[in-house]
Nanobody
Framework: QVQLVESGGGLVQAGGSLRLSCAAS????????MGWFRQAPGKEREFVAA????????YYVDSVKGRFTISRDNAKNTVYLQMNSLKPEDTAVYYC?????????????????WGQGTQVTVSS
């Protein structure tokens, strides 16, 4: 079991930056693949990025490649999402997710553990 708490969301103008953090409980953080998903009003939850157990491999949805960077610090039990060049279409609730074997998946159904979400709003 792992518990996840996101932080760092807020309101930002288009072109700005935010860094989301997700703090995990427990002593086995490094045994989980970590992911970020987002959900805009009226839309399904969408995969954003994921990172492997040791942080040496990452993958992204095409719409954020070159703008977002996922990283993790296993010593701090934390995963990050650095978001640059934000666009109004990035507005959503962003969720952190964890799963021991989900590497390579982009499906929210595969990830077992979820945070409560943090709101990101990008104004035009």
């Amino acid at each position: 079991q792992v518990q996840l708490v996101e932080s760092g969301g807020g309101l930002v103008q288009a072109g700005g930056s935010l860094r989301l953090s997700c703090a995990a409980s427990g002593r086995t953080f490094s045994s989980y693949v970590m992911g970020w998903f987002r959900q805009a009003p009226g839309k399904e939850r969408e995969f954003v990025a994921a990172i492997s157990w040791r942080g040496d491999n990452t993958y992204y949805v095409d719409s954020v490649k070159g703008r977002f960077t996922i990283s993790r610090d296993n010593a701090k039990n934390t995963v990050y999402l650095q978001m640059n060049s934000l666009k109004p279409e990035d507005t959503a609730v962003y969720y952190c997710a964890a799963d021991p074997i989900a590497y390579g998946s982009r499906s929210s159904r595969v990830f077992d553990f979820w945070g409560q979400g943090t709101q990101v709003t990008v104004s035009s």
